[in-house]
Each structure stands twice: as C-alpha cells, then as structure tokens.
C-alpha cells in the first residue's frame, strides 16, 4: 500500500479531474464561458420525460413497397415484351407477393418464357395454363430474397427520408432508428407541435403529374363507365375559410412525370400574396416537362400528392426552364411543410404511428424539479446519518458519495447517456445503496479493531475482506442493469445505465478512493484511535 | 468508536424462528396470488395492453364525476378517469385502444373540455398511444428479460458460491434447452418466466446447488409479494414497474450474497466444531448491522423519492419500497434458513484464497 500510494493518489485526482471536466459543460452559463473552451463538448442530454417532446414507433408497411415493386414489374415486363412484338395483356398483381399476366398469342411462349429468365430472374415464374380462348396465362412469384432486399430498402429509404424532413423542419437533436419489424423509432426532444411534426414525417408525398381528360363525359365517369387506361381522382377544393372540398376529375392513368425528378421545393408567393410550392425539376425531369407540355398544349395537367389532386392548371404552351408551381390556397406553414416533403423526397411505402408518447414542457421541469428534490432530501438524510453514526470515517463515505453522484454524472456526459425520470430515480437509489460498501467496509473495520488488531492493520483488513464481498452482491445487480438495458426501451435503458454507473462509480469510490483518503489521514502516523 | 446502536454482539436465533417467519411468508406470498388469480392476473398498463393516456392538469379543483361526465359524449371506448398525485387538479384519462390517431383523441379530449368544463382552464400535459401490437411486442421484452434475468442470476451464483461452473453450465444448458421446448410446444410467453423458475429450482435442487437455490426461493419470494401488493393496491404494470422488479430482483440478490458470503467465511473457519444452524446463525447476526444500516438508507431514499418525487415516479418508488423492505426481511429468514433444509454445502477443494489484495472473506 505505501509504495503505491503515490499512484494511486494519481488515479484518484485524475478521475476526479476527468469527473469535473464532464459535469461542468452540463451546469448553465459553464459552456459559454472562456473556461468551456477548455472542456468536452458532451453534456448530459435529458430525456423526452424530463425536456418534453414526441416519442414516436412508426410502422412501415412494407408489403405496399413490394406490391408497388411488383406493380412496376407488370409494366416493365409489358414494356419489354412489346420491344420484341410479344403482347403481354392484363398484368395484375395477386395477393401472396404474386403477379398474373396473359399471353395473347401462345406461340410466342419461346420467346417470352427466354425474356422473362433473363430480365426478371427475381421472379420465379409457373408453368403458364392454357385460357379458354386460347391464350397462356402466367402466375410468378416474387423470389423470398428479392423481397427481402425490396423490404430492408424501404426500411432504409423510409429511415434517410425521414430523416431529411426533420432535419429540414429544424429540431434539436432528433434520434431515429431502425427497429425490428419494420418500426422506425422516433425522438424529437423540446418539440411539442405533434400535429404538425406527425404530418410532415408521414406524409408519403408521392408526387405525380397526370394529363386531365376533359374530354370524357363527366356524367358517364360519375357512373363509372371509363376509357380504358383513364381513372378518376379526387381534387381537393378549398374556401376562403379553409373548408375543403373534393370535385372528381377524369385523368390518365398513367403519370407523365414523377416526383423523383423534383429537384427542389420552395415555398414562395404569387401577386395576391398566396403561398404556393414551387418545384424545379433536374436536367432529366425538364427535359421530359418540356417535351409533355409541348405535347399537350391546351389539355389540363393535374399535379396529383398521394393520390389527391391538388391543382390542374392548362397549359398555355411549352415549358422550358424546368420549373413548375403547386397552388391551392396554402397558408404558409402548409406550403413550407409540402415544400420539406417535396425537397425531401416521398415514403416507399405508407408509414402508419403505432406508438406516441408527447410530454409537455411543463410537465417535464416540474418532473426535474421534484427528481432533484426528492434527491437532495434523501441524500442530505443518509449524509447526516453517516456522519453521526461513523464520526470522521462517516465524513468520508460521504465525501465518496458526492464523489459517486458526481462520477455518475460525468459518465453518463461522457456516453452521450440520457437522463431520464426512471435514471434521475436510479441516481438517487444509488445514493442509498452507494453507502452500502461503505458501511460494508467500516463494520468489518469495526469488528477487527475489536479483535484487537491495531488501527492500520484493523484499516487493511476491513478493506481486503469487504472487497470481494462488495464486488460479489454488486455484480447481480449489474446482471439485473445489464439485462433491463439489453431489453429496455426508452426510459427504461436511461435507468439501466444510471444503475449501471452507479455501481460502478461507487464500487471504485468506496474501495479505491477511500482507502487512499483512510492512508492518506492515518498511514504515517501511530494513532491508536480511529473515528468509525 | 463512532455511534452505534445495533450491538455488535447480538445473538438473535434467526435459525429457530425459521418456521414461523415460513408461516409468514407464506402467508403473505398466498394472499398475494389469491389477489391476482380474484381479479384475473395483474392490470397491465397501456406500455403492455396498449391503449391511450391523457394526463391533464387543471387551473382549480375538478371533480372526479364532472370530469368523467364531461367526457362521456366524446365517444372514447373504454373511458376512465383517474386522479393524479394529490389533490383534484391532475387527471389522468385513460381508454383502450382504437383505431383513432393521438391527434383525433387530443382534439376529443380537450373538445369535450372546454365545452363542459367551462369555469377551470385546463393544460394536457402528456399523451401517450400505444398500439396493440407495440403493446404486446413490450409484453414479450418484459417477459423474455424477466427470463433471462432468472437464468443469468442462478448461473453467476452457482458458479461464484459453489465453484461448480460446470454444473451451473449444465443448468443454463438445460433450462436454455427446456425454454426452447415449451416455446416448440407453443406455451405462451407469458408462462415462460414461471416454467423457468421452476425448472431452475429442480435443477438446482437435482444439482445441490444449494446456495443458488436459497438465493432463488428469496427471490421468487419478494418479487411475488411485491406482485401481490401491487394487485391489491390495484397498481397498474407498465415498463417502470418491471424496471423497479428487475432492480429489486438485484437489490434481494444484493442483500443475500452479502449473508451468504459471511456463511462461507464462518464454514470454512468452523466447519468442524459448530453445528449448521449455528454457523448460519453467527453469520446473520454477524452482518445483520450491515444489512440494516444499508437497508435503512435505501429505504429513506426511496422513501424520499416516493413522498417527493412525483406522480410519474410514484409507483415505481412504491414498488421499490415494497422490495427492499421485504427483500431485506427475506435474507434473513428466507434465504439463510433454506441452506438447513438442504445439507451442508460440498466441502471447499480449492486452498483457501490468499489473503492480501483480494482477500479472504
């Protein structure tokens, strides 16, 4: 011990150092001082519970991606059939990842049956049977792997999209990730405009632009009676006072353009002072906008978002330059908002909320306040008690305990740890428990200087034989934080890793720290006496 | 010498009040299940039944039947008011789960109050969704980490205490094994916790893993009691609480290994001349200033915690407080006593470990 004493008195400082230098940022005023230029940027991050803000589970539901996929996969076989003069009728997707199409002349089989192995081999394809009239209808199924791929794709497009939108809607630190069955989880901590927030993440903002036919009877399209390769899609009208209305309009089926060639989306203002979203398309997207409305001088282009016509304005002639604009009586907020998912990009498929859990701010500072409280009640109890139940070597457990709470801090600024309701609780269990290998320590002390041994051997011996009992009933409960964190969510994993530091910090202060504090004070000298 | 009023020398025969803290604890373990099977099991919470939460907060003193009746046109399934913390301000509304988005249950909840309630102001102040799935997919973590909580535990401390990894390798291999075969039958998961509590306590029996085994029927003991206030108090179980059992389950352990460890050290120095009972005894006795130092300051914190901390922690500090008090009581006269009925541990092989920085203890 006395040969090492001047290392360990080292350790002990410089943990104490480290301890300062990560709580300090996280008081008001350090970090803007000159003295925080000097300090780890991390803090400790409060949780959703304690700051306020939107807990969000969403559910994408991937299945629409692999029906979208399979969908584009009956065109694209359609397509590249007609390249080769085979006539490819009726794709249709079938529920069971499947897709059924008709082969009008049969003797083409050879050739189409050579396409399909080659160009779709994520299909695995049937043996075609024979329709009534002749013709050869095929069943194909999408391959399980390829699926797979088209389902962590999503996922992971949903995860980058979203991400964009909040990154452009401006919050604080927002954490999204990838969870199990398709969830994304969602934290926006300080945000409390739910509405808003939930409408911008799940808005899918799949964007297309239809030709409007105008030329269909309108009163034959309300019956259903269509064209073929025509549909009818809702326009969405709105009042002067903000009421909607839907108006159905007559469009291709077929979307001339689509949102991936959007390259930008702003909100701007026309002369009466109403927002619109103004869209630029990339060289691609204007080349194409160019061309169609040139093709379609005086017809009707619907600017159709999730289904939903917004505006359908005539086209007056060709549009070069690559720009374009939606209107529709937006208020600013909402024209900003389409202009995030727009600029964003849309969904993959539909995300549906599953989970949201919103604390308001108050609720949150009254949960801090009331947290530190109860902390500073029980921990001024316990110190008192230690001190007048151990006199000076009671003074020093509580030196080690503040050195403890401390440490917990520290530690958790250092691993970007969150602080939450149940954490703030797991400190101030520590706080009760933390003495624990303090008093540990000095009944052991106690019952050696009663044996008789002097104080110093008396100190070495409750130390040595305290240790491993300390670490012994200490690791459970890291097996029991341990597993609350592998398991926990949210608040739950913030109190796993508060007990966790807890330990930790206390088993080092009460065995380490200690011991270099009861040397430091009674090592040189021959003191026969030892307050404990 | 400081302070001290535990003496240091006291001789209670914690061993011949065995039988009647049995009675006890049994008593109390059975009037706890009974409660659960009277009303169907635990409630669970929206985090495991999924469901809606809308904690708001009045200007001024509402009362319960008003509230409640100013909702009941808003047309939320399963409605249910419930007051928050003290007083008549804070409420909590609660409904089962619907197809509704938060917002629409937002704009319900505060429609219907500020058309009836109009002399009071109100803020919500939390809102919490949790869909049926989510719910039960928390339901199935929760279960699996109580599980796993189990298996860890009797593994470290068959391994730590006995020096038999092998067997306690044996034990995991088997109850990792069995769990695997109740889920192949299809049991449910929620049977899953009991099956392996259960199935440990066999194994450590069949193994004399005795210290493992006191430790486990300590800690089956405190969580059911614990349950089982919680049922009579008709607490609601939602992720807190299973976070305040798993910290309890490590707190009981915690109190335990402390006497176990003492029982070792008095067996090893007077193995030959002292009879079981006496060396258990000597042991409680030994550490029993410890234990309610320790307790105490626990208690007093969480006590704090509970009187102070607020209606979001209210339950799990009452959770808490309910375990470690029974979880200090139970080393004492659960965990220690059940190493009679047992047998005397195997006789240590390995010398005795040196003393020096580690330590004999």
Redesign the interface.
């Known amino acids: 011990m006395k040969e090492g004493f001047r290392w360990r008195l080292a350790v002990v400082l410089a943990v104490l150092l480290f301890g300062v230098a990560y709580v300090l940022p996280s008081l008001p005023g350090i970090k803007s001082s000159p003295l925080g230029r000097f300090l780890p940027d991390s803090t400790i991050s409060l949780g959703l ?1 304690l700051m306020g803000g939107i807990h969000l ?1 969403l ?1 994408v539901d991937v299945d629409k991606a692999v029906e979208n996929s399979l969908t584009q996969m009956g065109q694209d076989i359609r397509t590249s059939a007609r390249e080769k003069d085979v006539f490819v009728l009726r794709p249709r997707v079938l529920p069971g990842d499947r897709i059924e199409f008709v082969l009008a002349k049969a003797e083409q089989r050879d050739v189409l049956g050579e396409l399909l192995a080659k160009q779709f081999h994520q299909l695995s394809v049937a043996a075609p049977q024979t329709t009534d009239d002749g013709q050869l209808r095929y069943v194909a199924t999408m391959k399980p792997e390829y699926r797979k791929n088209i389902s962590d794709m999503a996922l992971e497009q949903a995860v980058k999209t979203i991400r964009n939108r909040i990154d452009q809607f401006g919050v604080a630190e927002p954490d999204i990730r990838k969870q199990q ?1 398709n969830r994304i989880q969602i934290q926006l901590p300080g945000l409390h405009d ?2 808003r927030a ?1 409408q911008i993440i799940g808005q899918t903002a799949h964007l297309e632009f239809h030709i409007v036919r105008d030329d269909v009877d309108a009163e034959k399209a309300a019956r259903g009676i269509l064209p073929p390769g025509t549909e009818v899609r809702p326009m969405i009208r709105r009042g002067a006072d903000g009421s909607q209305a839907e108006t159905p309009v007559v469009v291709d089926k077929e979307a001339v353009l689509t949102g991936e060639y959007v390259a930008d989306a702003r909100p701007g203002f026309d002369n009466f002072n109403q927002a619109y979203v103004m869209l630029t398309f990339n060289s691609r997207g204007a080349a194409m906008f160019e061309r169609i409305t040139q093709e379609n001088v005086r017809k009707r282009m619907a600017i159709v978002l999730d289904g939903k016509v917004y505006s359908a304005p005539v086209i007056q002639e060709k549009i070069g330059g690559g720009r374009a604009s939606i209107t529709g009586k937006f208020s600013t907020a909402e024209a900003q908002d389409l202009a995030i998912v727009l600029r964003a990009g849309s969904l993959p498929a539909p995300v549906s ?8 701010p ?2 949150g500072q ?2 801090i306040d ?2 530190i ?3 500073v ?3 001024a ?2 110190m008192i ?2 001190v ?4 000076v ?2 003074l020093i457990a509580d030196v080690m305990l503040c050195f403890t709470v401390l440490l917990i801090l520290a530690g958790m600024a250092a691993f970007g740890a969150t602080l939450t ?2 954490g ?2 797991g400190i ?2 520590t ?3 933390a ?2 290998a303090n ?2 320590i000095y ?1 052991r002390i ?2 050696e ?2 044996r008789g041994h002097t104080v110093l051997s008396a100190i070495h ?1 409750g ?7 300390i670490t ?10 341990a ?2 964190y ?7 994993r913030g ?2 890793v508060t ?1 966790s530091l807890g330990i930790i910090a206390s088993m080092f202060t009460a065995i380490f720290v200690s011991r270099v504090i009861f040397h430091a004070w009674k090592g040189g000298s021959g003191d026969k006496r ?3 | 010498m400081g302070f001290s009023f535990i003496r240091h020398d006291t001789n209670y025969d914690f061993v011949g009040m065995r039988h009647k803290a049995y009675v006890i604890s049994i008593v109390l373990v059975l009037i706890g299940l009974a409660s659960m099977l009277f009303k169907g099991g635990l409630t669970y919470g929206i985090d495991f039944a999924g469901g809606a939460i809308v904690q708001v907060k009045f200007d001024r003193p509402v009362h319960d039947d008003d509230l409640k009746k100013s909702l009941e046109g808003a047309n939320l399934p399963g409605l249910a008011v419930q007051r928050f913390g003290e007083g008549e301000t804070d409420y909590l509304i609660r409904m089962s789960h619907t197809d509704e988005s938060a917002e629409a249950i937002r704009t319900a909840v505060t429609g219907a109050l500020t058309t009836n309630i109009k002399d009071a102001s109100f803020e919500v102040q939390r809102l919490e969704m949790v869909g049926p799935k989510v719910g039960a997919d928390l339901k199935s973590k929760a279960v699996e980490a109580l599980y796993y909580a189990v298996l860890l535990i009797a593994i470290y401390i068959s391994g730590r205490f006995e020096r038999r990894w092998m067997a306690s390798a044996v034990m995991a291999g088997t109850l990792a094994g069995g769990m695997y075969l109740l889920g192949l039958v299809g049991v449910p998961r929620l049977w899953l916790v009991p099956f392996s509590l259960v199935l440990t306590l066999v194994l450590c029996w069949k193994l004399r893993l005795n210290f493992a085994l006191g430790a486990i029927v300590a800690l089956v003991h405190d969580v059911l009691i614990t349950m089982g206030v919680l049922s009579l108090l008709n607490k609601e179980v939602d992720l807190n609480i299973v976070a305040a059992i798993l910290t309890l389950v490590g707190y009981s352990l915690n109190d335990t290994i402390i006497v176990y460890d003492r029982i070792r050290e008095t067996l090893r120095t007077h193995r030959k001349e002292w009879t079981y009972a006496h060396i258990i005894n000597a042991s409680i006795n030994q550490t029993l200033s410890r234990t309610i130092l320790t307790g105490g300051t626990t208690l007093v914190v969480i006590l704090a915690l509970y009187v102070l901390g607020g209606g979001v922690i209210h339950d799990f500090a009452l959770t808490m407080l309910v375990g470690v008090f029974v979880g200090i009581l139970s080393s004492i006269f659960v965990a220690s006593p059940v190493l009679l009925h047992f047998g005397m541990p195997e006789e240590e092989k390995e010398p005795a470990p040196r003393v020096g920085q580690e330590g004999a203890v």
């Open positions: 519970d589970t559910g069955d739910t509405q939930i909320v599953l989970e949201e859990r919103t604390v308001g108050s609720l009254e949960s009331k947290g409280l109860a902390a009640v029980g921990g109890a316990v008690f230690m007048v139940y151990y006199g070597s009671g309701m149940p703030l609780a101030v269990l706080l009760g428990m003495v624990d008093v540990l009944e106690r019952e200087l009663r011996e130390f040595d034989r305290a240790t491993l009992a012994d009933s200490n690791l459970t409960t890291i097996i029991a934080a597993i609350l592998q398991f926990g969510t949210g608040p739950v109190f796993a007990l030892l307050s404990i």
